[in-house]
């Protein structure tokens, strides 16, 4: 089973054969980048997220690494990256990918890894998986009553 892989700037480490990157500057990186904050502006939070257009304070790395990739999920799923969910289980299946996140973090890496790899069949972007429980044309009713009833 393909896995993610942390990158290191330790001398003699290489990335295994096979693993590709998936951090920036790739097609495939998370554009939500997770930084510490000044000292200035400590108040709103440790650690932020941003994208160019707005920031998301934390408390802690994880809460904001968590954010991160949930908006990377959010941004993949309506299609405004520069990569498809198609995209993912096309190119990346069957690979180890790589990312400087640590391991006990979350990722965007790991969000692709189960896109790349999950079974083959209709991709339920609703439900995110391959396989949606509620079944092909039923989830896109459901979506649809949803809609109408709010």
């Known amino acids: ?22 951090g920036r500057p790739t097609r495939w990186a998370n554009p939500f980048k997770v930084e510490r904050t000044d000292a200035a502006s400590r108040h709103y939070g440790e650690w932020f997220v941003g994208d160019g257009m707005g920031v998301m304070f934390w408390a802690t790395r994880e809460e904001a690494a968590g954010c991160a990739v949930r908006a990377y999920r959010s941004e993949l799923v309506r299609g405004v990256l520069p990569v498809s969910t198609a995209d993912a289980h096309r190119h990346l299946r069957g690979r180890d990918l790589a990312c400087w996140c640590p391991l006990d973090q979350p990722c965007h890496a ?14 339920c972007e609703r439900h995110w998986s391959w396989r949606c429980s509620v079944g092909q044309g039923e989830c896109q009713s459901e979506a649809l009553r949803e809609l109408a009833n709010s």
């Open 110 to 123: 790991d969000l692709l890894l189960a896109v790349a790899n999950a079974s083959d069949g209709h991709f």
């Open 1 to 22: 089973m393909p896995s993610r892989i942390q990158r290191k700037r330790t001398l003699g480490w290489r990335m295994p054969e096979g693993a590709l990157y998936v």
